[in-house]
């Protein structure tokens, strides 16, 4: 799959997108990732922070809203950025750009880096590791949530005659690779590679891995988002804090 069919995928989902960011429930953002991803961020005040592949801008303005100096936003998809700019607050800013080529960003600019739900998306990750760590201050730190492995590998559940959900069937995990979905009526390519293809990639480019989390429900955020209760039995996304050290 070449880069323009990659970015006609997300031309063709980014109104969709928009439309559930701002104005669905986005139970596995609201429910589910955002308090471990905030809590990785840790206090943002005063902060530079890069998101890589910001989508429509909604983590930039909780940020931005939460103090941070200044907060870029980078995302192939013009549509996107063009959502995200419309609801600009002032210290956040949005350009296209491929995140897996940050040549126009000087070395050691920022203090922090979040990639949210974007590397899996990349057909290159670690393109987007070396340049991230090359942008980065020593002790600066990239917080990556992405889909899980043993999600992204089939992703499936098999179900019963009557539709009940069984289990998933982990198959293909060494296969690493393209996977095709369909999200929102949309056909979407992203790639699906193992664990320690992922932790390996991370040490390569020279990052210390503080923390891995795999979020899941408490029994809190359950009885408020119920639509929400497989993430207690399979594990769709991962966390990984990473220092420059
Ligand atoms: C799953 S969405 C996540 C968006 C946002 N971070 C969020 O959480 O709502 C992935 C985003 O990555 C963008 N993207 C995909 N490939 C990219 C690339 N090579 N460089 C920059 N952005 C990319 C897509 O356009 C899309 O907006």
Same mark, same amino acid.
């Given at each position: 799959m070449n880069r323009n069919?990659?970015?006609?995928?997300?031309?063709?989902?980014?109104?969709?997108?928009?439309?559930?960011?701002r104005e669905g429930r986005?139970?596995?953002?609201?429910g589910l990732l955002d308090k471990p991803m905030l809590e990785a961020c840790g206090n943002v005040e005063g902060l530079k922070i890069l998101d890589c592949g910001c989508g429509e801008g909604r983590?930039? $303005?909780?940020?931005?809203?939460k103090g941070a100096e200044y907060v870029l936003g980078l995302d192939?998809?013009?549509a996107m950025i063009e959502a995200a700019a419309e609801l600009q607050s002032g210290n956040d800013v949005y350009r296209v750009a491929n995140v897996q080529d940050l040549s126009f960003i000087e070395d050691e600019a920022f203090d922090l880096a979040v990639s949210y739900l974007n590397q899996c998306d990349l057909p290159d990750f670690e393109a987007n590791n070396r340049e991230v760590f090359r942008i980065l201050r020593a002790g600066g730190r990239l917080i990556v949530a992405n889909l899980h492995p043993m999600l992204s590998a089939v992703g499936k559940?098999? $179900?019963?005659?009557?539709g009940e959900k069984q289990h998933v069937i982990l198959d293909r995990y060494f296969d690493e690779g393209e996977r095709h979905w369909k999200i929102m009526g949309v056909e979407l390519t992203n790639f699906h590679r193992s664990l320690s293809t992922y932790t390996s990639g991370f040490l390569n480019a020279?990052?210390?891995?503080?923390?891995?989390?795999e979020?899941?429900?408490?029994g809190e955020q359950l009885a408020l988002y119920p639509e929400l209760r497989d993430e207690l039995r399979?594990?769709?996304?991962?966390?990984y804090t990473l220092t420059k050290t």
């Open positions: 069919n990659l970015e006609r995928e997300w031309h063709e989902l980014s109104m969709p997108w928009i439309k559930e960011a986005n139970p596995t953002r609201t983590f930039c $303005r909780i940020l931005a809203d192939l998809c013009e559940w098999y $179900r019963t005659d009557k020279g990052f210390s891995i503080e923390a891995i989390t979020p899941t429900l408490s399979v594990p769709n996304f991962i966390i």
